[in-house]
Each structure stands twice: as C-alpha cells, then as structure tokens.
C-alpha cells in the first residue's frame, strides 16, 4: 500500500508517494517537482525513486497549458513505476479551507464546490489546488482522494488574534486571519514533541522559504501566526512583500494602479526580489553580497530584521519562549541567517552554538543550542507532504472501520 501526496502550486507541482507498513507512513520513495509551470514557462521535472535521480524536460505543445501537461506527466510517471498497483489513497495539499474545513476531508463534488468559494481568497494558490485533485480524480477515479488544508492547524487561534479591527459584517464574511504553512508546520510540531520535552512548551516556529511565516504554539497548539487573511502577510517573503500599509495600496490606486497591477507587484515583484533587484534566491543573494552588492545586502537585512521583530512579537504573546524552530529552504539551510537572528534574540536568554549550527544539514533535525542557552534552538527539515498522507492514512481506516465485516 502507499499514498501519493500532491502540492500543486501556481508555478509548481511536488509529489511524494510514501508507503504505508503497518498502519504508519514510512518516508518517501518517489519524490519530485515540476517547475516553469508558469504561462509561458518550459516545464522541468526533477525526481527521485528510491535514490536514483532522473531529470527531463517536458514538450509543452503549442495552445497547452504547462501546469496540465505537468499534472498529465505525473499521472504517467506514476503509472509507469507500477505504483498506481499499490496506490490506495492521493493527498491534496489544499492552502485554504476558509472558517469550513478545519481538518482533512474525503474529497467529494460537494467538497470541491465548498472549496471553490475560496479560490477568491487564495487566487494564486487555490485554483491550481483544486485543478490538480480533478485532475487525478478523473485519471485515478477508485482512488480516495483527501483535501489536506494549509488553514487547518491554525484553527486552534483565539479570537483575539484571528479576528481584524474591521466592522463585523465583514468578519462574518469570512474576512479574518486565517495563517498557513499549516502542514509544515504540523510536521514541525510532530519532530519536537519526539525529541524534546520543551516541544510541548511556548515554540515559535520559523518557516523560511519563498514563502515565509513564524507560527506560536503551546501544548502542540497554534495560537498565533504571522501569515492573515491572504499568504501576503507577515514576513518579507522570495517575491512576496509581507506586511504593508494598506496606505500604500490607497496611494497606489490613487495613480491609477488596477488590482492586477497591484496583485503582481505584491505576490511576484516584491520581497527579496524587489529589494535586491537580483533575485528571490537566499543563495543567489549571499553570492552577490561575497561579490559586493550593497541591494543584496539590504534585501537579506531586511529579511532577517523582520524575522527578529516577528519572533518578538511572538515570543510576547507566549508570555515567554522555551524553544525555536527553523525549518522551510532558507531556515533549514541558511546557518548564516540562523545565527544572526539568534544572536540578536540573546536577551531572552537564547544562546546559539555556532559549530553545531554549521553542521546541521538540513536532512534531521539538529540540535544548534548552546549548553548555556535558556531556549532550545533546533533546525528541523520539514516534509508537508508525508503529513499529508498520514491524514490520508487516518481518513482510509476510518472508511475501513464504518465498512461492515
């Protein structure tokens, strides 16, 4: 038996098949992603099957969309390792689930009209979501399919932090933070309660990549995250501009700026990107820095600043901090970074160990606290795609256990 878990982005789709021994999810044994999905773009496909690297170009024809050519690729790919024999389950990584879906779902037309309403939401996100579970239940259609929702861990959050200074017709239209990273952040929580007891204290953990937040957590439990209504808030982000004056938008439509305009400026010109004028790629930066790039370098600044102040923040709102996460591309392999938001964090008692903080590489999780340091500071990898098919997993023994024997 195995399960196939599904992150179909809006440039990109990663997948992980991920067998299942004994009731428990095992670690992936086919893994990959297709990127260049963009209009346009010239898909490329990297994947692994138990250790061996392949890489292929695909042939987008003229008229095709290369997110549906991508999504046909990996219907292929799975048939073709014979794994479709074996398959029993495709977990969908859905980013919204709005105030409905609080935790994983049976995919069905009723679902799937429901999570429509949110594309809205989620515009860049949402509708690649969506399109890729139609798509695999049209080509696997006696497969279960689960809707594993971003929002879903985020809604143990009180009100107090959820609900925004707005008139309240509009909250109760749905418009209130809602946080994401959920899976992430689900499989963060899952490795420090196995290999520390402080994982069940007052945890921040950081998911720094292109797309970026720090969630508060106590007892397991999101109670705070920086990411709101839409996954533009919070951290200055790869292209993603994070928090911003809605001043700025008013002035910007002022001049003439229509939604468009606006939406790609905040979600695919801003950021890293925008700052530096390179690039949205933490690496790409470090390089011209090392080269003498003064953009760059404020761009990384600004980056870690707003990581630092964000922890704070947090770190108030717990009422105090027993332990820090990183995890996501930039906090998984970026010890750089990892130690200068730490070392600026040293008032809270915060202590890193820069030799294991060098040696973390991004494959366990590492341990990078001094012996002196009052918080734990851990590097975890993160893997929101065996979180999902252990929601998967859950869902195929209860469809088991309503089945009359």
Not at 98 to 116: H, R
Not at 133 to 145: E, N
């Amino acid at each position: 038996m195995a399960i196939l878990a599904v992150n179909a982005g809006s440039s990109s789709l990663k997948f992980s098949l991920h067998p299942l021994e004994g009731g428990q999810v095992l670690p992936h044994t086919l893994a990959g992603n297709f990127q260049g999905l963009e209009p346009g773009g010239t898909p490329h496909l990297g994947w692994k099957h138990q250790g061996q690297k392949h890489e292929e170009t695909l042939v987008v024809p003229a008229g095709e969309v290369p997110f549906l050519v991508a999504l046909e690729r990996l219907r292929s790919l799975v048939q073709e390792l014979a794994a479709a024999q074996g398959l029993h389950a495709v977990a969908h990584r859905v980013v919204h689930g709005g105030g409905v879906f609080t935790e994983s779902v049976l995919v069905t037309d009723e679902v799937l009209a429901q999570l429509e309403r949110f594309n809205s939401l989620a515009p860049l996100h949402q509708p690649h979501n969506l399109e890729g579970i139609r798509r695999f239940r049209q080509a696997f259609p006696d497969l279960v399919q689960v809707a594993c929702f971003d929002t879903a861990f985020h809604a143990s959050m009180p009100e107090v932090d959820y609900a925004f200074a707005l008139p309240k017709a509009l909250q109760e239209e749905g418009v209130r933070r809602y946080g994401f990273h959920g899976l992430s952040y689900q499989y963060i929580m899952s490795v420090l309660e196995q290999e520390t007891i402080r994982g069940r204290g007052r945890v921040v953990m950081a998911h720094l990549g292109n797309g970026a937040s720090l969630c508060a957590a106590v007892g397991g439990v999101s109670v705070a995250t920086t990411m709101g209504f839409s996954a533009l808030d919070g951290l200055m982000m790869g292209t993603r501009s994070g928090s911003l004056d809605a001043g700025v938008l008013l002035y910007l439509m002022d001049k003439g700026w229509d939604a468009k305009r606006i939406e790609k400026l905040l979600y695919k010109q801003s950021g890293l990107l925008g700052v530096s004028g390179i690039s949205a790629d933490m690496r790409t930066l470090r390089e011209a820095v090392n080269a003498g790039n003064a953009d760059a370098r404020r761009a990384i600044d600004q980056f870690t600043h707003r990581v630092i102040r964000e922890t704070g923040a947090l770190t108030a709102c717990l009422g105090g901090l027993d332990l820090i996460a990183f995890s996501g591309g930039i906090g998984e392999n970026d010890a750089i970074l990892r130690q200068h938001v730490c070392e600026r964090l040293e008032w809270t008692g915060m202590r890193i160990d820069r030799e294991r903080n060098q040696q973390a590489d991004g494959k366990h999780a590492w341990a990078v606290h001094a012996p002196d340091s009052r918080i734990e500071i851990w590097v975890v990898p993160t893997d929101e795609g065996r979180v999902a098919a252990r929601e998967a997993a859950a869902i195929l023994r209860k469809i088991k256990e309503s089945v009359p024997a």
